[in-house]
């Protein structure tokens, strides 16, 4: 039955042939919706895959029953039933068609994410800014992992020169955050903390590094590495993931704290700990302090 999570509900007619299907564990009052949209063969998955079999291409049929898929996670079904209504030409003035899309795009192979890829600021429009540079990242950085079959443990740095040239030419908006993400999970699987920390310094600068990045670069460092020159890169990036921050985390001024005591500031690592708890203590998180 080609199950690709659990919980997975299948429903069957009473002759033993399959419906429809539903996902993931819920509460009665919706659990009782999801078995209405089984003995209903408007909402029945496959009853639906049945008549776009027999030769249904209504866009609007088309369109429900990509979500439909998409909610079943068949991902090639999706992939197929979007590709076939976007055929349709439906308008990205309207936002109805903007989520939809947004929706049902699963990867750089689908329509939909050259759609998004021409038109961002469309999308931005019924789309978290942050949320859809993330969703297209993650295609982008899927796809290209997949091209080279995750060969970045052979890269020398001619390559990784190379290869990021060449990614920044085709992805201009995301290649430096692919080429960290890949340069950090290599360097960090090969304990190679030299060239993990040089990845970050020429990544730190970029306008889409976050404070938690940061923070978890620098954590890294601190359980993994005792050279003192690496540990000082760790303790500048820890101290710019909250210094100019009004609210300042607590958690990173830790792993600040933490790094400044393992290079041997005792005192000053005692200071920011206290600030640290200070700080968390205000957030009303005082019992992990006792």
């Given at each position: 039955y080609n199950i690709q999570a659990y919980p997975t509900y299948l429903f069957f007619s009473p002759d033993g042939e399959l419906v429809h299907l539903e996902l993931g564990s819920?509460?009665?009052?919706?659990?009782?919706?999801?078995?209405?949209?089984?003995?209903?063969?408007?909402?029945?998955?496959?009853?639906?895959?049945k008549k776009y079999e027999a030769g249904n291409r209504e866009p609007e049929f088309l369109k429900k029953l990509a979500i439909v898929a998409k909610n079943a996670f068949d991902q090639a079904a999706t992939s197929k039933y979007a590709k076939a209504y976007l055929a349709s030409k439906p308008s990205l003035e309207n936002k109805e068609t903007l989520h939809f899309i947004y929706e049902t795009t699963t990867s750089s192979h689908d329509e939909g994410f050259s759609?998004?890829?021409s038109n961002p600021a469309k999308f931005e429009t019924v789309v978290d800014k942050k949320e859809l540079h993330d969703a297209l990242k993650g295609f982008i950085s899927i796809a290209e992992a997949e091209k080279i079959d995750y060969a970045f443990q052979k890269f020398d740095n001619i390559q990784w020169k190379t290869y990021s040239a060449a990614l920044a030419t085709q992805y201009p908006d995301y290649a430096d955050e692919i080429i960290t993400d890949y340069k950090t999970s290599t360097f960090r699987n090969k304990q190679d903390w030299k060239s993990y920390a040089l990845a970050v310094d020429q990544y730190a600068t970029s306008k889409h590094i976050t404070?938690?990045?940061?923070?978890?670069?620098a954590w890294t460092i601190f359980k993994k590495c005792d050279d003192k020159t690496i540990l000082t890169a760790a303790a500048a990036w820890s101290k710019q993931s909250f210094e100019k921050e009004a609210k300042k985390n607590p958690t990173y001024m830790d792993t600040y704290a933490n790094l400044l005591y393992k290079l041997g500031q005792k005192e000053n690592a005692l200071l920011w700990e206290q600030k640290a708890m200070a700080e968390d203590i205000a957030l009303g998180h005082d019992t992990i302090w006792e």
């Amino acid at each position: 039955y080609n199950i690709q999570a659990y919980p997975t509900y299948l429903f069957f007619s009473p002759d033993g042939e399959l419906v429809h299907l539903e996902l993931g564990s819920s509460e009665a009052d919706a659990f009782l919706v999801k078995a209405a949209n089984a003995i209903n063969p408007e909402t029945q998955y496959f009853t639906q895959v049945k008549k776009y079999e027999a030769g249904n291409r209504e866009p609007e049929f088309l369109k429900k029953l990509a979500i439909v898929a998409k909610n079943a996670f068949d991902q090639a079904a999706t992939s197929k039933y979007a590709k076939a209504y976007l055929a349709s030409k439906p308008s990205l003035e309207n936002k109805e068609t903007l989520h939809f899309i947004y929706e049902t795009t699963t990867s750089s192979h689908d329509e939909g994410f050259s759609i998004m890829m021409s038109n961002p600021a469309k999308f931005e429009t019924v789309v978290d800014k942050k949320e859809l540079h993330d969703a297209l990242k993650g295609f982008i950085s899927i796809a290209e992992a997949e091209k080279i079959d995750y060969a970045f443990q052979k890269f020398d740095n001619i390559q990784w020169k190379t290869y990021s040239a060449a990614l920044a030419t085709q992805y201009p908006d995301y290649a430096d955050e692919i080429i960290t993400d890949y340069k950090t999970s290599t360097f960090r699987n090969k304990q190679d903390w030299k060239s993990y920390a040089l990845a970050v310094d020429q990544y730190a600068t970029s306008k889409h590094i976050t404070n938690a990045q940061l923070n978890d670069f620098a954590w890294t460092i601190f359980k993994k590495c005792d050279d003192k020159t690496i540990l000082t890169a760790a303790a500048a990036w820890s101290k710019q993931s909250f210094e100019k921050e009004a609210k300042k985390n607590p958690t990173y001024m830790d792993t600040y704290a933490n790094l400044l005591y393992k290079l041997g500031q005792k005192e000053n690592a005692l200071l920011w700990e206290q600030k640290a708890m200070a700080e968390d203590i205000a957030l009303g998180h005082d019992t992990i302090w006792e």
